[in-house]
């Protein structure tokens, strides 16, 4: 190798180093616009009740969403057994309409798995949604699992990831306290 391939091959050698400098930013910058914290305070604050294991995917979800111009808000996370407890018992033995079937250990977001979302347009929630299915399909490009597609009770709101665990395993790792920072163990 003469002196001017030598130079020549310096030359490309550190176009190639900024080509990969530049690709690494620049995948760092996107990763953290999508992990970065999403337009609403009460759906970060929700998020953050997550298990840690979701919450950039259900923030990535979300501004996706508002990228494409639905601004959803999570309005349910991780629920814990007594709330569950006191979300049965409405309609019950407590005043109210009844709001749900599961007792606790026996709903998703008892293991900071799941969380619903409801579209906000000009302050309101909109429960009745044309966008619900374009909503679902978004949740599950981001590997949730969404009720809107459940049989026996369909559940627009609600979106999961069980990470393959059936609710009857989870329960067991949450009464044999397989858990770390009060979050199940995930394998
Ligand atoms: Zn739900």
Same mark, same amino acid.
């Given at each position: 190798m003469n002196k001017k391939e030598k130079v020549m091959l310096g030359i490309s050698g550190t176009a190639l180093g900024i080509g990969l400098l530049t690709m690494i930013i620049y995948r760092k910058t996107i990763m953290a616009k999508i992990e970065s914290a999403v337009w609403d305070i009460h759906s970060e604050r929700r998020i953050n009740t997550l298990h840690p294991k979701i919450r950039n995917r259900v923030r990535a979800f979300i501004n996706e969403a508002e990228r494409q111009g639905i601004k959803l808000r999570?309005? !349910?996370g991780y629920r814990t057994w007594d709330e569950q407890t006191r979300l049965y018992n409405? @309609?019950?033995?407590?005043?109210? !309409?009844?709001?749900? *079937?599961?007792?606790?250990?026996? !709903? $998703?977001h008892n293991y900071a798995l799941a969380f619903d979302v409801v579209e906000i347009k000009n302050g309101r929630a909109? $429960? *009745? *949604?044309?966008n619900w299915s374009k909503i679902g399909k978004l949740g599950k490009s981001f590997r949730f699992s969404w #009720? #809107?597609? $459940?049989?026996s009770f369909v559940d627009k709101p609600h979106f999961q990831d069980?990470? @393959?665990?059936s609710m009857a395993a989870l329960r067991q790792k949450y009464l044999s306290n397989q858990m770390t920072n009060g979050y199940i163990d995930l394998a």
């Open positions: 999570v309005t !349910s409405q @309609g019950r033995t407590l005043p109210g !309409s009844i709001v749900t *079937n599961a007792e606790a250990g026996e !709903s $998703w909109l $429960w *009745n *949604n044309a #009720g #809107g597609d $459940w049989r069980d990470f @393959g665990y």
